[in-house]
T-cell receptor
Framework: QQQVKQSPQSLIVQKGGISIINCAYENTAFDYFPWYQQFPGKGPALLIAIRPDVSEKKEGRFTISFNKSAKQFSLHIMDSQPGDSATYFCAAWGRDDKIIFGKGTRLHILP | ETGVTQSPTHLIKTRGQQVTLRCSSQSGHNTVSWYQQALGQGPQFIFQYYREEENGRGNFPPRFSGLQFPNYSSELNVNALELDDSALYLC??????????????FGAGSRLTVL
């Protein structure tokens, strides 16, 4: 049973454009929402994360927007660069200390 | 500060065999968790160890078992391998007991192929 739905499955963006990846969750007991970046042959690396008491968090070119009532959150990558080409996973932590990942979005930035 | 290291990086087994995967936690971390990542999918939580005891388990059968050692390193054991066990197995460490409890540091994984 998938509890975190991620879209799109793949995304192609021009260099300098904005990349947007969306996630939706079902379980209201989730209380921490991280995004991970994974390059081929590497493990996922934490990119940015948010707690449900704030609606937006920005770190450099990366922004998470969080809509608690809609149970949705999204990752925005501003001024996308070829080095951002990777697979991105959203995730949600439950109060039971278990994390659930989305299925991932393969992002390709055209030079 | 060393990161999370996993071994072996690749291995091939046949159906019915048993496998042991190893993980060294990042220095200063006291919790280790294991994940299965099938091709084209997100990581799926297998289980977590804290103070050498299993402290949370995902939807995986008992033939998936683990250990955490006093130095916080860990093993994942899978018995009676099935074809569907072919995947990348990721280990992650974290520090339980503070604000960083949800911050996972992943290793590069062990790629298991079951024939």
């Amino acid at each position: 049973q998938q509890q975190v739905k991620q879209s799109p499955q793949s995304l192609i963006v021009q260099k300098g454009g904005i990349s947007i990846i969306n996630c939706a969750y079902e379980n209201t007991a989730f209380d921490y929402f991280p995004w991970y970046q994974q390059f081929p042959g590497k493990g996922p690396a934490l990119l940015i994360a948010i707690r449900p008491d704030v609606s937006e968090k920005k770190e450099g070119r990366f922004t998470i927007s969080f809509n608690k009532s809609a149970k949705q959150f999204s990752l925005h990558i501003m001024d996308s660069q070829p080095g951002d080409s990777a697979t991105y996973f959203c995730a949600a932590w439950g109060r039971d200390d278990k994390i659930i990942f989305g299925k991932g979005t393969r992002l390709h930035i055209l030079p | 500060e060393t990161g999370v290291t996993q071994s072996p990086t690749h291995l091939i087994k046949t159906r019915g065999q048993q496998v042991t995967l190893r993980c060294s936690s990042q220095s200063g971390h006291n919790t280790v968790s294991w994940y299965q990542q099938a091709l084209g999918q997100g990581p799926q939580f297998i289980f977590q160890y804290y103070r050498e005891e299993e402290n949370g388990r995902g939807n995986f059968p008992p033939r998936f078992s683990g250990l955490q050692f006093p130095n916080y390193s860990s093993e994942l054991n899978v018995n009676a391998l099935e074809l569907d066990d072919s995947a990348l197995y990721l280990c992650a460490s974290s520090w339980r007991g503070g604000a960083g409890a949800n911050v996972l540091t992943f290793g590069a994984g062990s790629r298991l192929t079951v024939l």
